[in-house]
């Protein structure tokens, strides 16, 4: 069974700094992109970041882009997101979610629960 | 950055009722579409993807159809289950976006 769970949400300042996890079991992880997909309550969906397989390529919203990393480590099945610089319009629910192949342009087959992070 | 509008935003409808959602794209997106079901607290769920395939385990009341600008999510009959908030997703670009939602309420 596929298996995604975030961790790391909290409240943080604004201009501080947040690491998420996203730890996966279930599937080959090392076959799959990745992404941060992030959602403010009652409102609609949002796409943050994105990585393929092997973290060799990456992309990120413009209005996160120069503040969120997104990175990943395969030998431990995990994805990450470090938010830099956070903002009160960062407020989120923050989900991981599962690409349907290797790379980032494809639809999310599989999600977490998502992680809340609030930025006061 | 491709705009995606969906409509209606909100649907009220009744059990065992065909009802349909539209998503427009501002420009061709030919078939790189997917939909997803949302429930508050829970994980989003694909049920279309490339804008006609059914993913795996959604049941067959579920279909959709389009490509290009212009696209749908049927689903035949309404069961309780299926209340819940509709988004629509383009994932043609590096920078995939989604549709502002549609709620199917009661």
């Known amino acids: 069974e596929v298996v995604l769970v975030e961790s790391g949400g909290n409240v943080v300042r604004q201009g501080g700094s947040l690491r998420l996890s996203c730890a996966a079991s279930?599937?080959?992880?090392?076959?799959?992109?990745l992404s941060w997909v992030r959602q403010v309550p009652g409102k609609g969906l949002e796409w943050v970041s994105g990585i393929n397989w092997n973290g060799g390529s990456t992309a990120s919203a413009e209005s996160v882009k120069g503040r969120f990393t997104i990175s990943r480590d395969n030998a431990k099945n995990s994805l990450y997101l470090q938010m830099n610089s956070l903002r009160t319009e960062d407020t989120a629910f923050y989900f991981c979610a599962r690409v349907r192949n290797s790379g980032l342009s494809e639809a999310y087959d599989f999600w977490g629960q998502g992680t809340m992070v609030t930025v006061s | 950055d491709i705009q995606l509008t969906q409509s209606p935003s909100t649907l009220s409808a009744s059990v065992g009722d065909r009802v349909s959602i539209t998503c427009r794209a501002s420009q061709s997106i030919t078939s790189w579409l997917a939909w997803y079901q949302h429930k508050p607290g829970k994980a989003p769920k694909l049920l279309i993807y490339?804008?006609?395939s059914l993913q795996g385990g959604v049941p067959a009341r579920f279909s959709g159809s389009g490509s290009g600008t212009e696209f749908t999510l049927t689903i035949s009959s309404l069961r309780p289950d299926d209340f819940a908030t509709y988004y629509c997703?383009?994932?043609?670009?590096?920078?995939?976006?989604f549709g502002g939602g549609t709620k199917v309420e009661i």
């Open positions: 997703q383009n994932y043609n670009t590096y920078s995939p976006t």
């Open positions: 279930g599937f080959s992880f090392d076959d799959y992109g």
């Open positions: 490339k804008a006609s």
